[in-house]
């Protein structure tokens, strides 16, 4: 045992790792919030990023109908808020599809009203295949050429296709366009970590990445697609954990563009436990895991450069977690042991300072960022050292429990309803 230590605890060792461990995420960090204020002005500055009256005149033209699906499994409770904030979107002519998917409670019954009134279709389905398949289905008796996944509990603004068409209409290789979600439901402290989550990494890194002009992932609740890409590649992937990372790496391995606009804005709700939270995060760490390793090969060819930057976040991440877990059992061990070198507990405190330190920063950017969007993220601001603090940790042991067993396994079958409970 103490071989072990006197090895991995040697200087070089030691210091190249602890040295990866504390200038990751600092660099990490330092790059893409570099990005998303490059990004921020760029928009403020670019006529190009705000449609103008003619832009959105165009849009009105090229797309006069628009499709919204809205896939739903057991949502009786949620649905009809849905159906109603889909209705009241500005647009001149809306195709609302509600699929239910096999459920067993009263989610036809919430939208009957409106199926009567002629304002929406239902697309029932007797056999629960999940959304992915709920979505293909769909998307083959849908009316418009640009489709808006929408999940059953989402609360679109009315405006948010005025900011998004026009994108289409502006780059015609752009081929989805996702929003910007919100948290609606911040009474717990978990819920509201998860705020200022959407603001500090999700917001600032889909900015950052639109510099580059690859995403890592669209928002599965609010994006808007062009079905004649969605159909050219076959639609969403079915036995996917993930139908949303894995169509954002398909569309753009395909040469296709996935943008993000921020002013879309979509109210979400998100789990308020841990049990909740375990679940949609592990499910969210399978897919990428799945994604890497179906479409790594792919996205490492010269011609995908663009994805490189992706690519190696995704595995650095990866690696980064499960070396600061290592770490981490090994200090514990040494500890217990007697073997621990006096300076390796003060180089963990000073790695733990400097993530602590970026995490702050990026919250704080990611508040700034967000503040004309979201006016009641201020609010979760003495929160915000929950973030890097607990909620990173936490973050951490899903990727290490869940990432490799993810890689070696191939997906099969269909992958059914995932429904992480808010309560």
């Known amino acids: 045992m103490s071989a072990f230590f006197d090895f991995f605890f040697a200087r070089p060792v030691l210091t190249a790792v602890l040295t990866f461990l504390a200038v990751y995420p600092l660099l990490s960090s330092a790059i893409v919030s570099t990005a998303a204020i490059v ?16 832009s959105l ?25 849905a159906v109603k904030r889909a209705l009241a979107i500005r647009w001149p002519a809306l195709d609302i599809i509600v699929i239910d998917d096999a459920s067993i409670d009263g989610t036809r019954a919430a939208v009957s009203e409106f199926v009567e009134a002629g304002l929406i279709r239902l697309l029932h389905k007797p056999v629960n295949e999940g959304k992915s398949m709920a979505l293909n289905d769909a998307a083959r008796i849908c009316r418009g050429e640009l489709l808006l996944v929408l999940d ?14 026009p994108r289409f209409v502006d780059a015609p290789r752009v081929a989805a366009v996702t929003g910007n979600p919100r948290v609606l439901n911040t009474r717990s402290v978990l819920a509201r970590v998860q705020a200022i989550e959407f603001s500090a990494t999700v917001g600032i890194q889909r900015r950052g990445d639109s510099v580059w002009g690859r995403l890592m992932t669209f928002s599965g609740l609010c994006t808007l697609v062009d079905r004649n890409a969605l159909q ?19 569309l753009q391995l395909a040469g296709r563009q996935v943008v993000y606009e921020p002013a879309a ?9 841990i049990g909740a939270w375990w679940r949609q995060r592990r499910r969210w760490v ?5 994604v890497l390793r179906r479409h790594g090969p792919a996205a490492a060819r010269p011609a995908q450069w663009r994805l ?4 190696a976040k ?38 733990a300072a400097i993530v602590l330190v970026a995490g702050v920063v990026q919250v704080l950017l990611g508040f700034v960022l967000d503040a004309r969007y979201d006016r009641g993220l201020a609010g979760q601001l003495p929160w915000a050292a929950w973030y890097p603090l607990a909620y990173w940790l936490l973050a951490v042991f899903t990727v290490v429990r869940c990432t490799i067993p993810a890689l070696l396994r191939k997906p099969r079958g269909l992958s059914t309803w995932n429904l992480e409970r808010l309560d």
């Open 39 to 54: 990004s921020a002005l760029r928009r403020r500055r670019s006529r190009w990023y705000i449609p103008e009256p003619g």
């Open 57 to 81: 005149e165009r849009a009105h033209d090229r797309y006069p109908v628009i499709s919204i699906l809205i896939p739903a499994h057991n949502e009786e409770l949620v649905v009809a808020s």
């Open 152 to 165: 059953a509990d989402g609360q679109p603004d009315p405006a948010v296709f005025e900011w998004m068409v």
């Open 232 to 250: 050219a590649l076959d639609g969403f992937a079915p036995n996917m954990a993930t139908e949303d990372i894995d169509l954002t790496w398909r």
């Open 265 to 273: 804005l979509f109210g979400m709700q998100v789990p308020e436990t």
């Open 286 to 290: 399978e897919g990428l895991a799945q």
């Open 308 to 311: 490189w930057p992706l690519l």
């Open 314 to 351: 995704a595995s650095l991440s990866i690696l980064w977690a499960h070396l600061l877990v290592l770490v981490a059992i090994a200090w514990i061990v040494a500890r217990l042991t007697d073997v621990l070198r006096p300076d390796v507990g003060s180089a963990l405190a000073m790695f």
